[in-house]
């Protein structure tokens, strides 16, 4: 569910006024730019994608109270 709303709104383009949903859409788009840059520097851009990945999880996980699953 919210990763369709990060979708969502990020394919909007307009301003996001909630600050989380502000910084999942960030995240997203980061992880987006790192995985077109794995062509070019495979293993670096992965492990940099799955850091923040695990970053959106944890903020997710705090906000609705239990732990996603894998």
């Known amino acids: 569910f919210i ?6 709104e990020r394919e909007k ?12 859409i ?4 980061t ?3 790192l995985m077109r ?4 520097d495979g293993e670096r851009a992965l492990e940099r994608a ?3 990945v695990q970053l ?8 609705v109270g239990e732990k996603l699953e894998d």
């Open 31 to 33: 992880v987006q730019r």
């Open 13 to 24: 383009r307009q301003t996001v006024n909630d600050p989380v949903l502000n910084c999942l």
């Open 37 to 40: 840059q794995e062509l070019l």
């Open 3 to 8: 990763e369709n709303l990060v979708k969502e």
């Open 56 to 63: 959106a999880s944890e903020i997710v996980e705090t906000l």
């Open 50 to 52: 799955q850091g923040l």
């Open 26 to 29: 960030g995240v997203e788009e």
